[in-house]
């Protein structure tokens, strides 16, 4: 996670590359959702949010109408909460109408052993009943560990086990990118 | 690492922010159709209560339910302790069991304690209610309370409650809740005075962090919260003011009382409450008294409390290591998506 800080990761996408990305995500989901009607965007904290207010942006832009959306927390649904200490909770805010009958864009940054998007499938049952569900991701890195693959896919990059993808986003990082580096000296099985 | 939670005192300012700041969110699953979540699947939770108490009992039940544990009721009338049995042998038949974390109530000061420590038990002890000494979980949900009506729901996140004046009345002698509130505010940087007559001041009540007086109207016009505790009459041994007409009419809270508190504050109790002794039908009934929300907030607090030390391999909850070392629970970093 910190390795872009020893200075070897080299940036894969960069600012104005990451805005193009997400103005052709934008564009796909209007294509496939027919208008994005009924679409609700629940971003997964903490970057997947940010990247969800950002596509709502451009839908809106798109489609002149303005686009719910919400972030969903999936902490409590981990499967490995028994490997680590427990974490703080992020936010989970579902937009009023709810989710029942709507269409879903799960909404996040690196999309990696597939596990975080299972926990969330499971969270949205708790929710309520999405007429159905798309994953819309920044960065698909490979590696699935779960029969899981986004619908919206802002780049595809094959990575090794021992490299680290670290997304960097304005509102919480103050600048965008997509960095690449080398895993520092962890384990392998960390995860 | 702290695995049990005794004492309001134990907890720093940062573990009492953070389980404020979870409660917010678990307060959110409430809201919810299915109020459910699968956190503590597979985990088996026992409520061992020593002396009767259907609000507390029944508030971490719901708890447990909603993160999904397996809860074992246990209450010591007609169980073997009646016939003799020890906290020890309980506590062993319990380990044998496999039990995860225990909640417990009991008459003895101490007796949370001694389970945690005694290593009759490895699972998380969680205080119930213990004598006349502490009741953390009730502290915490009343910091929760003043928290939400005082700072914000959502501004108050991640804030404590500096500068916000407390005022704790009645039986502060026999109450472990005071006791637990009075530890706990200050960790969270409120100011607390303590208001009861001078026959129900405990001993020693100099060293704690709070002021004390004896004088209700004084102190009401300069309280964001007024606490008002119930008059404990099975505690009490001896005759510790005259007639429940004179304690109520000095240190009771009526409606007139009640306008004489600036106009934001709140009044608190922490139940069951005697109307008419302490507190009047029109205070307890008047949009300022938190009563109800305080039962509602009690699950959300033990749902933190519980997600906090029994969802992971180890509790993010600690007093015995600075902040800035605690393991993360910071945001996913993208080798575990």
Same mark, same amino acid.
């Given at each position: 996670?910190?390795?872009?800080?020893?200075?070897?990761?080299r940036?894969?996408?960069?600012?104005?590359d990451?805005?193009?990305?997400?103005?052709?995500?934008?564009?796909?989901?209007?294509?496939? +959702?027919?208008?994005?009607?009924?679409?609700?965007?629940?971003?997964?904290?903490? &970057?997947?949010?940010?990247?969800a207010?950002?596509?709502?942006?451009?839908?809106?832009e798109?489609?002149? &109408?303005?686009?719910?959306?919400?972030?969903?927390?999936?902490?409590?649904?981990?499967?490995?909460l028994?490997?680590?200490?427990?974490? +703080?909770?992020? &936010?989970?805010?579902?937009?009023?109408?709810?989710?029942?009958?709507?269409?879903?864009?799960?909404?996040?940054?690196?999309?990696?052993?597939?596990?975080?998007?299972?926990?969330?499938?499971?969270?949205?049952?708790?929710?309520?009943?999405?007429?159905a569900?798309?994953? +819309?991701?920044?960065?698909?890195?490979?590696?699935?560990?779960?029969?899981?693959?986004?619908d919206?896919v802002?780049?595809?990059?094959?990575?090794?086990?021992?490299?680290?993808?670290?997304?960097?986003l304005?509102e919480?990082?103050?600048?965008d990118?997509?960095?690449?580096?080398?895993?520092p000296?962890?384990?392998?099985?960390?995860? | 690492?702290?695995?049990?939670?005794?004492?309001?005192?134990? $907890?720093?300012?940062?573990?009492?922010? %953070?389980? %404020?700041?979870?409660?917010?969110?678990m307060?959110?699953?409430?809201?919810?159709p299915?109020?459910?979540?699968?956190?503590?699947?597979?985990?088996?939770? =026992?409520? %061992?209560?020593f002396?009767?108490?259907?609000?507390?009992?029944?508030?971490f039940e719901? @708890?447990?339910?909603?993160?999904?544990?397996?809860?074992?009721?246990f209450?010591?009338k007609?169980?073997?302790?009646?016939?003799?049995?020890? $906290?020890?042998?309980?506590? !062993?038949?319990?380990?044998? *069991?496999?039990v995860?974390?225990?909640?417990?109530?009991?008459?003895?000061?101490?007796?949370?304690?001694t389970?945690?420590?005694?290593?009759w038990i490895?699972?998380a002890?969680?205080?119930?209610?213990?004598?006349t000494h502490?009741?953390p979980? !009730?502290?915490? /949900?009343? @910091?929760f309370? *003043?928290r939400?009506?005082?700072?914000?729901?959502d501004?108050?996140l991640? !804030?404590? $409650?500096?500068?916000k004046r407390v005022?704790?009345?009645?039986?502060?002698?026999?109450?472990?809740?005071?006791?637990s509130? =009075?530890?706990?505010?200050?960790?969270?940087g409120?100011?607390?005075?303590?208001v009861a007559?001078?026959t $129900?001041?405990?001993?020693? =009540?100099?060293?704690?962090?709070?002021?004390?007086?004896?004088d /209700?109207?004084?102190?009401?016009?300069?309280?964001?919260?007024?606490?008002?505790?119930?008059v404990?009459?099975?505690?009490?041994?001896?005759?510790f003011?005259?007639?429940?007409?004179?304690?109520?009419?000095?240190?009771?809270?009526?409606g007139?009382?009640m306008?004489?508190?600036p106009?934001?504050a709140i009044? *608190?109790?922490?139940g069951?409450?005697?109307?008419?002794?302490?507190i009047?039908?029109?205070?307890?009934?008047?949009?300022?008294?938190?009563?109800?929300?305080?039962?509602?907030?009690?699950? #959300?607090?033990?749902?933190?409390? /519980?997600?906090?030390?029994?969802?992971?391999?180890?509790? @993010?909850?600690t007093?015995?290591r600075?902040?800035?070392?605690?393991?993360?629970?910071?945001v %996913? #970093?993208?080798?575990?998506?």
């Amino acid at each position: 996670m910190d390795t872009h800080d020893s200075g070897v990761a080299r940036p894969v996408l960069e600012g104005p590359d990451i805005a193009r990305v997400l103005t052709r995500i934008a564009h796909e989901i209007v294509e496939r +959702a027919k208008g994005a009607e009924d679409v609700v965007l629940l971003g997964i904290p903490t &970057r997947g949010v940010f990247l969800a207010q950002r596509l709502a942006a451009k839908l809106e832009e798109i489609t002149g &109408r303005k686009i719910p959306v919400g972030s969903l927390d999936i902490t409590m649904y981990r499967d490995d909460l028994r490997m680590h200490p427990p974490r +703080a909770l992020a &936010r989970t805010e579902i937009p009023g109408d709810g989710i029942d009958g709507r269409l879903v864009v799960l909404v996040d940054d690196v999309l990696f052993s597939g596990r975080t998007i299972r926990a969330a499938l499971d969270a949205l049952n708790d929710i309520g009943r999405p007429r159905a569900v798309q994953l +819309a991701v920044l960065v698909d890195r490979g590696h699935r560990e779960l029969p899981i693959r986004a619908d919206y896919v802002g780049k595809n990059l094959p990575t090794s086990l021992r490299e680290t993808v670290k997304v960097q986003l304005a509102e919480e990082d103050g600048r965008d990118a997509v960095l690449l580096g080398a895993k520092p000296t962890a384990p392998a099985g960390e995860r | 690492m702290m695995r049990h939670l005794i004492s309001a005192a134990d $907890l720093t300012r940062d573990d009492a922010v %953070l389980i %404020l700041d979870t409660a917010e969110e678990m307060a959110r699953v409430a809201d919810r159709p299915i109020k459910k979540l699968p956190t503590l699947r597979g985990r088996t939770v =026992v409520n %061992l209560f020593f002396e009767d108490s259907t609000r507390t009992r029944i508030s971490f039940e719901a @708890a447990e339910k909603r993160l999904s544990a397996d809860v074992i009721n246990f209450t010591a009338k007609g169980s073997s302790v009646s016939k003799g049995e020890s $906290l020890k042998d309980t506590a !062993q038949t319990l380990e044998a *069991m496999g039990v995860d974390a225990v909640v417990i109530r009991h008459g003895a000061s101490g007796a949370p304690y001694t389970l945690a420590n005694s290593g009759w038990i490895d699972a998380a002890v969680i205080n119930a209610g213990d004598g006349t000494h502490q009741h953390p979980t !009730q502290a915490l /949900l009343d @910091a929760f309370t *003043m928290r939400r009506r005082l700072v914000g729901r959502d501004a108050g996140l991640g !804030q404590d $409650l500096a500068g916000k004046r407390v005022t704790i009345v009645g039986d502060i002698l026999h109450s472990r809740v005071a006791r637990s509130n =009075v530890d706990l505010l200050h960790t969270l940087g409120a100011d607390v005075t303590l208001v009861a007559p001078p026959t $129900l001041v405990p001993v020693g =009540v100099e060293h704690w962090p709070c002021e004390v007086s004896y004088d /209700l109207d004084r102190v009401l016009p300069k309280s964001d919260a007024v606490m008002m505790l119930r008059v404990q009459r099975e505690r009490m041994n001896a005759a510790f003011f005259p007639t429940e007409r004179e304690y109520s009419r000095r240190y009771g809270l009526d409606g007139e009382r009640m306008a004489r508190m600036p106009e934001h504050a709140i009044v *608190m109790h922490p139940g069951p409450m005697v109307r008419g002794m302490e507190i009047t039908a029109e205070v307890a009934d008047s949009d300022r008294c938190t009563v109800v929300e305080q039962v509602a907030n009690g699950v #959300s607090i033990r749902m933190a409390v /519980l997600y906090l030390l029994l969802g992971g391999n180890e509790p @993010a909850v600690t007093h015995t290591r600075p902040a800035t070392e605690r393991p993360a629970h910071t945001v %996913l #970093s993208d080798e575990e998506k």
